[in-house]
């Protein structure tokens, strides 16, 4: 039987802001791994530091909280170790695009078969609302100083260009099509990102939920326009069916990914089933890696000694 | 007695060779039941720089290097300067006829501007003109016999031979020229040199380079009278298994056999060449079957540390390895593992600092560092080697010592074991235990709700991994509660804090004494030596020489230097006349330690920053000084090129 989402939830209080986006994410989460029936001891919650940080005491799986940017790095580090986990990273836009951006690259060299959701709200939430790397050039949410003196990076170009294979965008206050998303992510063999795009109601008053809901731009029948559109409902096809296409599929999710203001996507840009994983490649060498993992190996004979027969080293080092 | 010796150096410009002629000389002399003791000096840059490899050879073990040169082998002119001071009376300079008419200040380009005014001042000093043959010239009075021998003349001669015309493919051969010319001068088994090559290069590299040997054996017998050179290297028989090996290859060795199966690192020197040799040996054989490490090589050092503390929660016993700038990178990790209580291993190599300071150079600055790095107090555990050996079976040792007491673990070596190469016995593995602490496995938590730092009386908790069914679990860098989640309350950090830092008494009771100090020389004596690290071995020829002339002296080895036994220390120490502190670097780190949690204060500090080494040559002299009452408090030591 289907577990629910409330089996995925823990007695620690939520501490985050009434109306934060995380509360949609946190949700999202714990039904996308009920649907998946996920059992919470092989679930592994990694997360950064901040209020997305957090996350993992919420949720009933394992939960590794981590330092400020680094979560990729211990991801990767527990998958590796143990390839059979269900290893999930939680962090927000400082986090994965400031302080850990050199992480954010160079672990989609690896495509390790894992998935990153990437809080973005535009803002340093529990610093009191610094500009994130996400908020745009010339902006000024409430609590800076002056406007924003940086561009913005593009957390799903950014993706794409760094070789993970599942690239997608939800939006926090869109559970369900956020839940879907996750699922997907989960069920991609290879390094997935969502980027969740989430309103920070206290610190950025600009990107809100009645921003992304269109509030202030009704039609002539008084109806908000979102401005969030979905990939898939305009046909959008992200799937590399072909090796051959994977350059091909990559601009076009690049081309969608440029995208923003009055019509912001939402869904996946880019999936590629074809490149092997990292720990395929690993295989490739050590035939016996998936089952005997160094998380699972003996190390040790029945008496306490260590197995392992050095003669192989010594040979290569004998004079006499 | 500092043993006797047979010095062979070989120099020349990085990218030469020089380093695969020591590997095959080394070996060669291993072959004739020889021992050897090698230290590699190089500049960090890939090719044209100076750099050099000494090779001290005996009939019984050595334990360090000294700072004679009996035979130089100079690949290049600038070798020849750099070191003709090293060369010992009636010792021998091996030189390429082409570099005699070099002129020393003007067609050197790599002497620094530094370097030109110090050899012009002895050049000036010592009247001696501005060509490489006026050196040799001036050498004369100390009885230098000088070998100049054509190499490109030779190669050309190899080369229409094996019928190769490139020169480029020729020119790398001088190094073994020079080896060939090097034993022909020593008179040692040519047979020995052969085999050597064989096992140092592929069949179809290995032949050429045996003809190059045979060329120059010839070349050396025809136009060397070789038999008024004093040195002799002869070979013995020996029935016992030996190896040779460097302080990098001990500890790759080590860590597998201690259970290591995930290795992170960012490339460094001189920590880099441990984690290429793991990776080349990644399938593991085991008494049942295979087992394999996984290296991985990660975008900083912050992923390396961060990524093993990962995969020790994970399970599996996991490390990195480092040197100072790159252990300044992991400082934060090193604090999440200590917060989280993870059995994480540093390899940490240091070399001289500040910042990038001496990449390639040797130093033991980083004890203090090591000790403190990280924000906040938790209990770590720095285990520091002394040599080859040690660094062996340390390297085993760490991972228990990290999962029985649940905290990281810096095991701490150098530039100068790291890079030094020297033959012992095959060690005696085959009773290295693993025991991984405390773990509860699925079975015993059943029915039962897990929390990773359950208090308990040691403050050691018992400890499942990630996966483990009924042990859902929590990590934080926050303080947290039992469940690690996180938690503020002060008396809960109260109890944090307790748990966490009394495990430096559990560990201080519970670990041996004889795996935290050494002893050597005599219990009794008034002198006692107190150093750690390398400088171990110059220490113990010195004070076995300086026995044998009648002065009496101990020497302790602090290993484990934090927590420090400080009890046992002290016991050792007090009332003693004369307490000599060594180490290389300038603060004199161990004995501020010594000072600080032992209440006892060395009286002398024999001390080394230039970047290199402990030789046993300095070492004897200065400690004899000080037994002598003719040192004065603080000594710095200076030998070596």
Known sequence: MEPKPSEYKTGVYVDWCPGCGDFGILSGLQMALAELALEPHNVVIVSGIGNAGKTPHFIKANGVHTLHGRLLPFAMGIKIANPNLEVIGVGGDGDGLGIGAGHFVNTGRRNIDMTYLLYNNGVYGLTKGQASPTLRLGIQTKALPQPNINEATNPVALAIVSGYTFVARSYAFDVMHLKDTIKRAIQHKGLAFVECLQPCPVYNDINTKDWYGGEDRKDSAGKAQSRLYKLENEGFDPIVHDAAEVFKKKVAGLERAEEWGDRIPIGVFYQNPFEPTFQERFTKRIAFYPENPPAKQQLKDENGISSVDLGQFIDDLKTS | ?641
């Not at chain 2, 600038?78 to 006829?97: A, K």
């Not at chain 2, 040690?390 to 390297?395: G, K, M, V």
Request: aromatic letters at 10%; one cysteine or more.
């Open chain 2, 1 to 641: 007695m500092i043993i006797e010796s047979i010095n062979w150096m070989a120099g020349g410009p990085q990218g030469s060779g020089v380093d695969t002629a020591s590997t095959i000389f080394g070996r060669a002399c291993g072959y004739g039941g020889l021992w050897v003791f090698g230290r590699r000096e190089y500049h960090s840059n890939i090719k044209t720089m100076h750099s050099y490899f000494h090779q001290r050879v005996s009939k019984e073990p050595t334990l360090a290097n000294i700072s004679d040169v009996d035979l130089l082998a100079a690949f290049d002119a600038e070798t020849v300067v750099r070191h003709v001071g090293e060369v010992v009376n009636e010792g021998g300079i091996i030189v390429d006829s082409r570099d005699l008419n070099v002129n020393v200040l003007k067609d050197i380009a790599t002497f620094s501007e530094d370097y030109k005014n110090f050899v012009r001042a002895y050049m000036k000093d010592n009247g001696i003109g501005e060509t490489i043959n006026d050196f040799l010239n001036y050498t004369k009075q100390k009885n230098i016999q000088i070998f100049p021998v054509p190499y490109m003349d030779l190669l050309k001669r190899i080369g229409e031979q094996l019928k190769i015309e490139k020169i480029s493919m020729l020119s790398k051969m001088i190094n073994v020229l020079a080896i060939g010319v090097s034993f022909a001068i020593l008179k040692y088994d040519r047979k020995l040199v052969e085999d050597a090559i064989k096992a140092t290069f592929h069949e179809k590299i290995a032949a050429m380079n045996v003809t190059a040997v045979d060329y120059a054996y010839d070349y050396a017998e025809k136009n060397f009278n070789t038999n008024i050179f004093k040195h002799k290297l002869e070979k013995q028989e020996t029935t016992q298994p030996r190896i040779f090996l460097t302080g990098n290859q001990a500890v790759a060795m080590g860590k597998v056999l201690g259970g290591c199966r995930v290795q992170t690192y960012y490339p460094i020197t001189p920590a880099a060449d441990e984690s290429e040799y793991l990776e080349s040996h990644e399938i593991l054989k085991t008494k049942t079957g295979q087992e394999a490490v996984i290296v991985l090589q990660t975008e900083d050092e912050i992923a390396a540390v961060n990524s093993a503390s990962g995969a020790c929660l994970a399970g599996a016993r996991a490390a990195t390895s480092t040197s100072g700038p790159g252990f300044s990178l992991m400082a934060e990790g090193l604090g999440w593992a200590g917060n989280n209580e993870v059995p994480l291993v540093i390899t940490l190599y240091q070399r001289g600092g500040p910042s990038t300071g001496q990449p390639t150079r040797h130093s033991q600055q980083d004890l203090r560092f090591a000790m403190h790095a990280a924000h906040g107090e938790f209990a770590r555990i720095i285990l520091a080697s002394g040599d080859i050996q040690e660094c062996f079976f340390d390297a085993a040792e760490v991972f228990n010592l990290a999962e029985k007491f649940q905290v990281p673990v810096i095991h701490l070596l150098d530039k100068g074991m790291a890079n030094c190469s020297q033959t012992y016995p095959v060690f005696d593995y085959g009773m290295v235990k693993i025991n991984r602490g405390e773990i509860v496995s699925e079975k015993e938590l059943e029915g039962k709700e897990y929390k990773r730092f359950q208090f308990t009386e040691t403050g050691v908790s018992p400890r499942a991994f990630l996966g483990t069914k009924n042990a859902v679990q929590y990590y934080t860098g926050d303080e947290h509660n039992e469940s690690g989640n996180i938690n503020e309350e002060p008396f809960i950090r109260r109890k944090m804090m307790d748990k966490r830092l009394q495990k430096l008494d559990l560990i201080d009771k519970e670990v041996p004494i004889e795996m935290k100090v050494n002893f050597f020389g005599d219990k009794d004596s008034e002198n006692i030596v107190v150093s750690w690290g390398s400088p171990k071995g110059a220490i113990i020829e010195s004070i076995n020489q300086l026995k044998s002339e009648g002065f009496s002296c101990g020497y302790l080895q602090v290993r484990m230097i934090h927590p420090l036994p400080s009890a046992h220390i002290k016991q050792m120490l007090q009332n003693k006349r004369r307490i000599i502190d060594i180490e290389d670097n300038w603060t004199a780190q161990l004995g501020g330690i010594l000072t600080e949690h032992a209440l006892v204060k060395p009286n002398y500090y024999i001390l080394k920053y230039t970047g290199r080494p402990m030789m046993t040559t300095e070492v004897y002299q200065a400690i004899k000084a000080a037994l002598t009452d003719k040192a004065p408090q603080r000594q710095v030591l200076t030998l070596g090129a």
